[in-house]
């Protein structure tokens, strides 16, 4: 016994010895760092000084050089108290009362987010996010926390709550090319800062967590729920009583002012994004991308930009809008091989920075331009040929009973005269016979978003709850031109910082979404679309072209038109995605005409990008139609023996290859490296 408990008065001593040197260490690495943020100047904050950022073209010259944010600032007296509470309740409801670091809003953002099972609650406060958009990236790495936590305090110790909050309102960004609280004013209400009103200045407060989607301009419905969640807020927290609620939501609001656009250069909706991608995929602050002196080396070709450009100033070629409101569209041009974007155009009318872009940030039902993803490729992997004849009659599957655009059934149709004419009816019968979670499996590997309600058969017709854009689209359909591999669409191949180092570069390979007789099959009958069907529009001479057009309803009863007209398409060398629809539609503002207008305007783009390129060849077999073939050969075990899931195999085959050859090349390599050292 003595023995044992001497034996464990040593191990509790090594627990404590171990426990006292990891608290040594985190002592000296928090003494270290506290240090170095000593060290840091955040007199910054008063005058930032903003360096261009320059934008390279795929040829390495220079296509644009984006300046600094214009920003004009205002002082804390001039901003109302009410404007101030609301972004105070919304982003920060201890403002007032933490050093910098709210230990409280973290224990209470963790305490939510464990009890939802997600993050429904951040811990940052006003000063750490100054902090993060002046100083730092937004990279979530434990670096960089640890650096917010303990520079956000400097802050706080070198600055009043007062400066604070007013640096917040002018440096942060507000969506429409708006950056600070005075832009934003003039930008969404034509008027001062001092002149806002409790419901504009919770309109505004509404949009710093997501100024995109919170655009009372391009949804206004969207604003004011958000607008509501902030008075809410503001009467939880006693800066509002409920009577004054009540007067601001009942406020009409009246949205106006000119929006600025700080761009010198060309290529704006292409600048857009660039930024948009960097933020987003790179960790890059705003204020990085627009003033860090950085050079962004990017996809984009100076010709098929100026080509895309040129078709959308041209009026003649889109239908006319009423006086109200602007028909919009937005077109991405992919480079198959590369998937680098080579050319876009976000939308029509007056540019505004940073404003919504169609090309990239639309969320619109694809319609029948997802039938090759979600039916005819994984039809084809499953067995079925392209002459195989489908169905087309009316059916219904438990209640759903689809139609075809034209209200007339042809009794039956080969897949590739289904395909050609874009019928609806026979696409539905074979997702149903191939299975729903077939269909939604091949939509998810080609990359489009889908959502737990996107689970049914009308999958078949592009019935998307969330919907994509034009650059799903494009990136999707990069596997049919390039024998079955799927390429990521990016702008930015790589940038390089103030002081001449790497900090991004694309690396990403192709993915094997199909085989290259899949892709070659899917390529013959969607040429069929553009030669003789729905998509004839699209044809170009002495081109080959293939593609697929959509279109989806109208969501209003008695009225006859569209809501979203799309063209996808490609060469040989190219991949392209148009989509025409409103921004609002109504019973004023819709489609009347089919996907024909598309195809046009993908034809001009395509024509114009391509005229200093030769034209090449798909090279595909010449698939000829069987002598005779009869619904009864294929239709086997109901209608399910076509599978055949070698494709599958030969594909997961491929994957170890790949796999294997790199871990030889990386072996290679590391022993390569071990004999030049052993030599020094």
Do not use: C
């Not at 680098?340 to 505004?352: K, M, N, P, Q, W």
């Not at 169609?358 to 040929?385: C, D, F, M, N, W």
């Amino acid at each position: 016994m003595g023995k044992n408990f001497i034996k464990t008065l040593s191990e509790v001593g090594r627990v404590k010895i171990t426990l006292l040197i990891g608290l040594l260490f985190i002592l000296f690495v928090a003494i270290g760092l506290n240090m170095y943020i000593n060290s840091r100047d955040v007199s910054a904050l008063n005058n930032p000084l903003p360096e261009p950022t320059i934008i390279y073209d795929k040829n390495g010259e220079i296509a644009s050089k984006v300046p600094g944010p214009k920003i004009e600032g205002v002082r804390y007296e001039t901003i109302p108290p009410h404007v101030i509470h609301a972004v105070i309740a919304t982003e920060d409801r201890r403002f007032y009362k933490h050093p910098g670091v709210d230990y409280v809003g973290i224990f209470r953002a963790l305490f939510r987010n464990l009890k939802a099972g997600e993050i429904v609650e951040g811990g940052s406060t006003i000063t750490q996010q100054l902090t993060k958009n002046v100083f730092l990236t937004h990279e979530q790495t434990l670096k960089r926390k640890i650096e917010e936590f303990f520079l956000a305090q400097k802050i706080e110790r070198t600055f009043s709550k007062e400066k604070i909050i007013e640096m917040y309102l002018n440096q942060i960004y507000f969506g429409e090319g708006a950056w600070g609280i005075k832009n934003a004013a003039r930008t969404y209400f034509g008027k001062e800062v001092k002149d806002l009103t409790v419901s504009e200045g919770a309109i505004l407060a509404g949009l710093i967590k997501s100024p995109s989607k919170m655009n009372p301009l391009i949804d206004q419905e969207k604003s004011l729920d958000r607008r509501d969640l902030v008075l809410s807020l503001m009467e939880e927290q006693g800066y509002l009583t409920s009577n004054q609620v009540n007067e601001a939501k009942a406020q009409e609001m009246v949205f106006k002012g000119r929006q600025l656009d700080p761009y010198e250069g060309k290529y704006p909706y292409y600048i857009d994004h660039i930024i948009e991608e960097a933020i987003e995929k790179y960790g890059l602050t705003q204020n990085e991308v627009m003033s860090g002196g950085l050079e962004i080396y990017t996809e984009v070709d100076p010709h098929m930009q100026a080509s895309i450009e040129n078709v959308y100033k041209n009026d003649s070629l889109f239908p006319a809008s009423p006086e109200d409101q602007l028909l919009q569209s937005g077109a991405i041009l992919v480079d198959p091989k590369t998937g680098g974007i080579s050319a876009l155009v976000g939308g029509r009318g007056e540019h505004v920075f940073r404003g919504f872009n169609h090309a990239t940030q639309l969320r619109r039902q694809p319609g029948s331009t997802i039938k090759p993803l979600a039916v005819y490729t994984p039809a084809l992997e499953h067995g079925y040929s392209i002459y195989d004849v489908l169905p087309d009659k009316p059916m219904s599957f438990n209640g759903y009973q689809p139609s075809n655009v034209s209200g007339k059934f042809k009794g039956s149709v080969t897949m590739y005269d289904a395909v050609r004419d874009s019928d609806n009816v026979p696409a539905v019968w074979l997702l149903n016979k191939i299975g729903l979670k077939t269909g939604i499996d091949s939509v998810k590997e080609f990359g489009l978003p889908i959502t737990e309600n996107d689970q049914n058969l009308s999958l078949a017709l592009g019935g998307l709850d969330k919907g994509v854009a034009p650059i799903h689209m494009a990136e999707a359909f990069t596997t049919f031109p390039n024998e079955g591999k799927k390429t990521k669409a990016h702008a930015i191949s790589k940038i390089v910082d103030a002081n001449g180092e790497i900090i991004a570069e694309w690396k990403e390979e192709p993915v094997q979404i199909t085989t290259p007789e899949v892709a070659k099959r899917m390529t013959f009958m969607l040429k069929g679309v553009v030669e003789s069907g729905s998509g004839r529009h699209a044809t170009i001479e002495g081109r080959e072209v293939a593609g697929k057009t959509g279109s989806t309803q109208l969501p209003i009863e008695g009225v006859n038109g569209v809501k979203d007209i799309w063209m996808v398409g490609y060469t040989p060398e190219l991949v392209g995605a148009v989509w025409l629809g409103y921004d609002k539609t109504d019973k004023n503002h819709y489609l009347t005409n089919s996907s024909a207008t598309a195809a046009t305007i993908f034809r001009e783009i395509i024509q114009q990008s391509l005229s200093n390129v030769p034209p090449s060849s798909f090279n595909l077999p010449a698939y000829q139609p069987p002598v005779k073939k009869k619904e009864s050969e294929w239709k086997e075990n109901n209608g399910q023996e076509k599978k055949n899931d070698q494709w599958k195999e030969d594909k997961k085959k491929k994957k170890e290859e790949e796999k294997k050859r790199k871990e030889e090349e990386k072996k290679r390599k590391k022993d390569e490296k071990k004999k030049d050292k052993d030599k020094d």
